[in-house]
């Protein structure tokens, strides 16, 4: 059976995780399940950073021994994680005997290799990010991550000789591209290696607080040193050989973008030194953003993961985190966004699929499906699509894409059921075997879809399957074997009914001031760390409305016609009115007019923007890769002063699609974004009103 050891970052104790720590948890949680999926051995770890000074100081100031407080915040990180329902299979303290072994183990090693000296450091010091800083990495006098002055420190250290490792690093980034990613990551760390590497320091005296230097009982290790080897002590270095030899070397560290010097540069060297095989891959993911800043216990800028997840369940704040952040970029977390997705993903989307199957069962076959000896309908050949789109997606860790895929069959069942509509069929005695072709292809769609969403929303997905008829353990799904469809005619399903599971929120809330004053409402106890996201009604501050179902007392046929608040809807031709009329009443324009069958030469359409980066040596330019609806094309914009690439990643905007190519800064543009100018000419980016309803290749009148 193939092997896959997957790492997070280990945290720093010295505050409660934070939306931004648990996005990473969640993040790697997903891949860890979906390698599981598909059947691979899979090892997870996650842990705590224990030896750090403002882990020590926080203790001093609770008045606590900073064992004892780290072993409080064991508990704490432990409950958030289990709320959050991260399947971790080992966690790693760094003041286990078994971390002290593997770091004393690696410090030898790299002495013993000749590659640790003495001397004497002086310059500045984050304790923010527990890192040295040079005149350069300042703004203002400021750490760039924390906005506040470093301590200028001046002591004996152990220095480890990182400048010997710079070509080696160069020659496994050359042979190995997939060694670091995202691309924009790696070209940062070549950028830096290329421009030279100092010797670092190791070591910090004058501090209890830590793991004896072996050489030097009075130094303790470097707190980042310390943390990095991990990694290696939790799987048996200088301990377990076995353990080791199993596990090592990790196929994926996931990360944060602001430490991938520390796991690209340091620890690679770090393990050349000592002759270790070096990590497979590292993923530098992107930061979760809280009004336009970092989320940041330092900067006091956080959000409380176990307050998203009680709002409105762990399955919707971690399908929200993994879906609406690319994976590698920036992204926002806000409430009302939060919201937003939540109705449309899974109150309109996947609940509103869940219940409409439920009800038709029941309400035309009892609740029993019998597959009909009829060959599958469409819905075989989109599932199959999916299905391959989504493990390409995964594999390659763009779990915002392979999510993406598994939704995309959500919305074809939810188009087929719009246009085959059942109920008509069920009307016709004549046309039963078709009805049942139907009602199970739905079923199949649903059970796949829920399959593929497994490593997301754990809890949802066991629900959603147990009611299509399939109930069972999902850790013992396998792609391979279950992400077939299946339908073989006399193949039986029971459809459970049940309450919605995601009760839609109210969206006739009296505006943003309403919503600004108004006291969120938590839910009540009975929702914390419910498995499936189900929600009591009646919840005050944020009123649901019973999600647009089917039941037995509604008027057959109409709502079931309600298609879920989906799909292409092209807003009305320019004909409508007559564009005379409008001119008329219009003061004369600047330009000269043009006919409207001029203007119907302009194709103009909704695009949503996948990946954006700057473009080089140009202060203007943004290179964009947008989906058009048929595809992913190559657009150059000139909004770079205005707009960071990183946050248009997963925005809807409006282009000009039948433009000839033309290329700026020597890249081809194949299109224009459009954007209105400020009263200083800047940019201000056009956005579809709904891009639920108007979505990338909708075209625009
Ligand atoms: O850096 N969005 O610990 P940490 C996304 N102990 N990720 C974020 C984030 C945000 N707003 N804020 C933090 C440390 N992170 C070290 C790691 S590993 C050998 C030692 C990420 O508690 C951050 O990038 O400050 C890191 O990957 C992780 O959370 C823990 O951060």
Known sequence: MSKFYITTAIDYVNSRPHLGTAYEKIAADVIARYQRLCGVDTRFM?????HSQNVFQRARELGVEPLAFCDGMERTFRDVWARLDISFDDFIRTTEARHRTGVTALASRLA????????????????????????????DGNCPVHGRPPQWIKEKNHFFRLSKYRQRLLDHYAAHPEFLEPEIRRNEMLRLLESGLDDISMSRTGQAWGIPVPSDPGSVVYVWFDALINYISGVGYGADEELFRI???????????????????????????AGVPLPRRVFGHGWVHWQGQKMSKSLGTVVDPLEAAERLGPDPLRLYLTKEI???????????????????????????????????????????????????GPLAEAAS???????????????????????????????????????????????????????????????????????????????????????????????????????????ERRIAKGDPLWPRLDSDRSGPTARAGAQRTVPPPAMVGRPAGIAP???????????????????QGADEAVPAARGPEVAGSTADGGPGAEAAASPAPATPRISIDEFAKVELRVGRVVTAEAVRKSKKLVRLEIDDGAGVR????????????????????????????????????????????????????????????????????
């Open 46 to 50: 996650m842990g705590n950073d224990e």
């Open 112 to 139: 013993d290799a000749g590659d640790v000296y003495e001397g004497f450091f002086e310059g500045w010091y984050c304790v923010s990010c527990e890192a040295f800083k040079t005149e350069k990495d300042l703004e």
């Open 247 to 273: 596990w090592w070397p990790a196929d994926l560290h996931v990360i944060g973008k602001d430490i991938t010097r520390f796991h690209c540069v340091i620890w690679p060297a770090m393990l050349m030194s």
């Open 326 to 376: 690319a994976f590698g970029q920036d992204g926002d977390f806000t409430w009302d966004r939060f919201e937003e997705r939540y109705n449309v993903d899974l109150a309109n989307n996947l609940g509103n699929l869940v219940s409409r199957l439920a009800s038709m069962a029941h309400r035309y076959r009892g609740g029993r499906l019998v597959a009909p000896p009829s060959g599958p």
């Open 385 to 491: 699509r999916a299905v391959a789109a989504y493990r390409e997606a995964m594999d390659a860790l763009a779990l915002h894409t392979g999510i993406s895929a598994a939704f995309g069959l959500v919305d074809a069942a939810n188009e087929y059921i719009a246009a085959v509509e059942p109920w008509f069929t069920a009307r016709d005695p004549a046309r039963a075997a078709e009805l049942d072709r139907q009602l199970y292809d739905v079923s199949e769609a649903l059970r796949l879809a829920a399959l593929l969403l497994t490593p997301v929303m754990p809890g949802s997905c066991r629900e959603v399957l147990a009611r299509v008829g399939t109930p069972g353990d999902v850790s013992e799904l396998n792609l391979d074997r279950d992400a077939v469809w299946t339908t073989p005619p006399g193949a």
């Open 537 to 555: 009604a009646g919840d005050a501050g944020m009123q649901r409305k019973e999600q647009r179902t089917m039941n037995d007392s509604e008027q």
């Open 634 to 701: 190559q657009v150059v914009a000139g909004i770079a002063k205005v707009y960071e690439p990183e946050r248009l990643v997963g925005r809807h905007v409006v282009f000009v699609a039948n433009l000839q190519p033309a290329k700026l800064m020597g890249i081809e543009s194949n299109g224009m974004v459009l954007a209105a100018l400020d009263a200083e000419g800047r940019p201000v980016l056009l956005t579809p009103d709904d891009p639920e309803r108007a979505p990338a290749g909708s075209a625009i009148r």
